[in-house]
C-alpha cells in the first residue's frame, strides 16, 4: 500500500509561530481504497468519501488522511513527527493487509455541535472542570480535548440521565 514518502514540517496556518508543528507526509501511493477499512476499525473517526477523506483523533493528535497525503497536527519537532508518521504508515498498511477480515464502511459520523453538548451539560459555570465556563467546557469537549469526566458536577445523581445522553453522544468523537 504505502511505499515511499516526503515528510515535510509546517507551523499550523492558524497559530503562526507556535512551536506546535504540523506533519505533512506526500504519499506517492493513492491510499483511498484502504480508507473504508480504517473507518471500519478506527474508533471515532470521521469518513468523508466525496473529499476522499478521513479524520482520526489519536493521542492528542488530529490526523487527516487524504488520497496522497497523511496531516498529523500537534508533533514537537521532526523526530517527533517521523515516529508519528511511520506509526500511521505502519497502520495503514497493517490494515490494507488484513482487510478480508475486515467489514470495509462508509457510514459518515457527524460530530456533535457544541451547542447539543452544551445543553446537557450543569451550565453553572462553577469552573470545577478549570475551564473558564460550561460553554469552553463544551468546545473542549467537541474538539477531543476533555472528556465528560473532568466536569464533576455531572457525576450527580440529578444529572445521570443527562451524562448517560452525553457519553452516548460524545462516544463517536472519544
Ligand atoms: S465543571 Fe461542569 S458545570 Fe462546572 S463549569 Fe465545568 S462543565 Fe460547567
Redesign the pocket.
Known amino acids: 500500500m504505502i511505499g515511499a514518502y516526503d515528510l515535510e514540517m509546517l507551523t499550523p496556518p492558524c497559530d503562526p509561530g507556535s512551536e506546535r508543528l504540523v506533519a505533512k507526509a506526500s504519499l506517492a501511493d493513492d491510499i483511498a481504497p484502504v480508507l473504508p477499512y480504517l473507518n471500519a476499525t478506527l474508533p471515532g473517526a470521521s469518513f468523508m468519501p466525496e473529499a476522499g477523506s478521513l479524520t482520526w483523533k489519536d493521542d492528542g493528535h488530529t490526523i487527516a488522511f487524504h488520497r496522497h497525503e497523511i496531516a498529523v497536527s500537534d508533533v514537537d519537532d521532526r523526530e517527533d513527527a517521523e515516529r508519528v508518521v511511520e506509526d500511521l504508515v505502519d497502520l495503514v498498511n497493517r490494515t490494507w493487509q488484513q482487510r478480508e477480515e475486515i467489514v470495509p464502511s462508509v457510514a459518515i459520523r457527524h460530530r456533535p455541535t457544541p451547542m447539543a453538548v452544551y445543553k446537557l ?9 478549570h ?1 473558564a ?2 460553554w469552553q ?2 468546545l473542549k469537549l467537541v474538539a477531543g480535548e476533555v472528556n465528560s469526566g ?5 457525576a450527580r445523581p440529578e444529572f445521570v440521565s443527562q451524562l448517560a445522553e452525553l457519553r452516548s453522544l460524545v462516544t463517536e468523537i472519544t
Open positions: 451539560l450543569p451550565r453553572t459555570n462553577c469552573k470545577e472542570c475551564q465556563g460550561c467546557f463544551a473532568e466536569c464533576p458536577p455531572l
